[in-house]
Structure formats: structure tokens, C-alpha cells
């Protein structure tokens, strides 16, 4: 068959790939999670979970803006258990373990007579992940356990945080974050709901919708033309969704999508994050934070925020119909359109390379490869997870283990 051709349906639903994707891309890739706004006072912190990866973002007394795996480093208990709040010192519930908002163990409970050659608590700070405030303000981290992660932000997003159509339109100090709102039980792959973001097809067939929001500029909304043009370029690991009259003064929602799994939608009266985050090879939550413009009223806030929120709604209910045909095994694979899904593509594009990418890398190794996974220089342990290894091979693979 000639043309491209979408993704087949088994890179939607099945577990060994799904794992994959775990180690090559959220694993690797700088992944967006906040902005700077949600994190003003020192202690305030945010809570994430993205394909099985459970961390947290807080500030310090020093207004530096950190992220630590959530998990304790005496018996890996939850650090954080509310979305969101503020803390003075960051306390395990299990054992009485206590951080310092930079993260270093402040207290170990019962561990205060073990010899220091036994128990050293500079080595049980939490674990830290890499951090990057890009010009705007976001909050991007990447779950890498390298000293240097595997792909410097700029190797990925270079030139995200300089576009004109948000730098010119939207003065980021006007916006403060007002809520987080998720829809649950989304019964579909991660990519799904990514391919239908990244689309132009389904836009025109809801253009009466939401072709509105991209045709005029900020305050002087142009009236909806069925010749209205929606345009979209990838650049690196993004696509930036683009009106015809962006040049001609801003278009009223500038929305940029991140790879994996996330995207950012600047509108005059706010502006909101949205994260697919994957829960299992069929299954995902799709959360949003919301910063208003503290000059909008309350009106316009509202209508605006609650537009959106129906769209999300329907897109939800989409990808979990189409994930029941990609469940099916009736289905194979379609067509892409070359213009109207060209992001489509590019999104393929750059997964394929960096599963492909990862999976010659093990090859090498002879072994799977967790970038996330954190080690520790102790003789024991190393053969224990030889050991474990072993266990989970077969035949050669698990002889060469232990």
C-alpha cells in the first residue's frame, strides 16, 4: 500500500511495548509538568505520577524550584500524598524519616547510634531528578538517573520558550495558577488521545467549535470563516499549532504540543497544561493545570475555562471508543493525510526513532535499559539483582545473569 500509514494497532496495546516505551521515552525525555506560578512560596510542591513514575516538585526557602522521586529512601513510602500543598519539611508517615526541602535527610529515626561506617545520611538524600525553567516559566524535569541525562533540554525543545506568538501576545507575569481539575478511567493508550490532539481532520469536522479560537487576535475575535486556514510545524520534539492570522497580531489560543505526552494552550484569559499520563498499555489519566489571567474577569475566565472543558470531555469520549477498535485485532493500520496529518506523523516519527534508538542500545548492552532505575555501589545488592535477573531470564540470558 502506498502512503504512510498510522502506527499499527498493536503499539497500542500491548504490555512488552508499553514497557518499552517506559525505558526509551519517559524514562530519557524531558518531560513539562509545571510552571514556576504553582510553586510562588517556599514548601508549596505538586504531586505526578507519568507511566508508573511517582515524583514531586517543591520549592525551597531559597525560591529554587526542585523535584524528587516520591518515594522514601528507607522503605520507598510515599513522601507526598496530597496533590498539592505546603510543607514545611517533607516527612515520611512509615518510619518518622524527614527532608529538607532541598531534599537531604534531616532525621532518621533510631539510625542516630549506628556507627557513621554503617550509616552515612548524606547518601540517603532523596533521590533528585534533573530540573529546567525554560524562559516562560515552565517546570520540565527529566527522570534520567545519569549524572547527565541522555538528551540535554535543548537538544529537544531549543527555541519552545522564544516563540514570538507567545512572547509577543502573552505577558507570562500576568498569569496565576487557580486549579487542577483531571478526567479519570480514560480507558485508552497514551498515544491515542496525542494522535488526536495532533491532528487537523477532526478540527474541521468541529470547526464551527473551536476554529474560532485560532482566527483573530487577542480581544478582537475575527468571525469564522469555512476558509479559515489551521496550519501545524513540528519543530524538534514539539508542533506548534498555528491560525492563518498569527502573523497579523496573535491568534486568541496559541497552543504547542510537547513530546511525549503534554501540551500548553496560551489564551488571553488563561492558559492551561495538558497531560496525558499513562497508567498501563490501555489506560490513562488526562490532567490539567489551569493559570488565569489576573486581569480577566470572572466571566470571561468562566467562559473560556468552561469551553475547553468540554472539548476535553469529547476527546476523552473519542479515544475511548477508538481505543475499542485498536483492542479489537480488526484493525491493522490507516491512512495518514499527507497535509491535514503531517504532525500526526511527526509524532510517529520521532516515537519510532526513539524506541528504535533505545532498542539498539540494549542490543549492545545485552541487557534491558532503566534510565529512571536509581543504583547503589553495595556488593550485596549488585548480586542480589544479578540474582533477580537470573530469576526473570531464561535459558543463556538467565545463566549469564547470575
Not at 520558550?161 to 498569569?175: A, G, L, P, S, V
Request: glycine share 6%.
Amino acid at each position: 500500500m502506498s502512503g504512510p500509514l498510522t502506527l499499527p494497532s498493536s503499539w497500542f496495546r500491548e504490555p512488552e511495548f508499553y514497557e518499552l516505551e517506559r525505558r526509551a521515552i519517559f524514562s530519557k525525555t524531558w518531560l513539562i509538568v509545571s510552571h514556576k506560578a504553582q510553586f510562588a512560596i517556599p514548601g508549596q510542591y505538586a504531586r505526578y505520577q507519568v507511566a508508573g513514575y511517582p515524583f514531586f516538585v517543591v520549592s525551597d526557602r531559597e525560591g529554587n524550584i526542585n523535584a524528587f522521586l516520591n518515594v522514601c529512601r528507607h522503605r520507598a513510602f510515599p513522601i507526598v500524598h496530597q496533590d498539592s500543598g505546603k510543607v514545611l519539611t517533607l516527612s515520611c508517615k512509615y518510619h518518622g524519616w524527614s527532608y529538607g526541602l532541598k531534599g537531604n535527610l534531616a532525621k532518621a529515626p533510631r539510625f542516630d547510634t549506628v556507627p557513621q561506617d554503617q550509616f552515612d545520611k548524606n547518601e540517603y538524600s532523596l533521590y533528585k531528578l534533573h530540573t529546567h525553567i525554560d524562559q516562560l516559566g515552565f517546570v520540565w524535569v527529566s527522570l534520567d538517573s545519569s549524572e547527565k541525562p541522555a538528551f540535554t533540554w535543548e537538544e529537544q525543545f531549543k527555541g519552545i520558550d522564544t516563540q514570538e506568538r507567545i512572547t509577543k501576545n502573552y505577558d507570562m507575569n500576568n498569569y496565576v495558577y487557580d486549579h487542577t481539575f483531571s478526567l479519570d478511567d480514560c480507558d485508552f493508550n497514551w498515544k491515542t488521545l496525542v494522535e488526536n490532539y495532533n491532528e487537523v481532520i477532526l478540527l474541521t469536522i468541529t470547526a464551527t467549535l473551536v476554529l474560532p479560537l485560532f482566527h483573530g487576535a487577542p480581544g478582537n475575535r475575527a468571525p469564522y470563516s469555512k476558509d479559515t486556514k489551521f496550519d501545524m510545524e513540528p519543530i524538534l520534539c514539539y508542533i506548534r499549532h498555528l491560525g492563518e492570522d498569527m502573523e497579523a497580531g496573535g491568534i486568541t489560543a496559541s497552543p504547542t504540543y510537547m513530546f511525549p505526552n503534554s501540551s500548553v494552550t496560551m489564551s488571553e484569559h488563561f492558559f492551561y497544561m495538558m497531560f496525558i499520563e499513562p497508567i498501563s498499555p490501555t489506560e490513562s489519566r488526562m490532567r490539567y493545570e489551569v493559570y488565569r489571567n489576573k486581569n480577566s474577569t470572572d466571566e470571561e475566565f468562566k467562559m473560556e475555562i468552561d469551553f475547553f472543558k468540554q472539548v476535553e470531555s469529547e476527546d476523552k469520549y473519542l479515544g475511548t471508543n477508538a481505543q475499542k477498535g485498536l483492542n479489537s485485532d480488526t484493525y491493522m493500520a490507516g491512512p495518514l493525510h499527507p497535509y491535514m496529518e503531517k504532525a500526526v506523523e511527526y509524532f510517529e516519527h520521532v516515537l519510532r526513532t526513539s524506541l528504535k534508538k533505545h532498542m539498539e542500545e540494549e542490543s549492545k548492552l545485552g541487557s534491558q535499559n532503566w534510565p529512571a532505575r536509581r543504583t547503589m555501589p553495595n556488593p550485596q545488592m549488585n548480586e542480589d539483582e544479578a540474582f533477580c535477573r537470573g530469576v526473570c531470564s531464561s535459558g543463556a540470558e538467565a545463566s549469564l545473569a547470575w
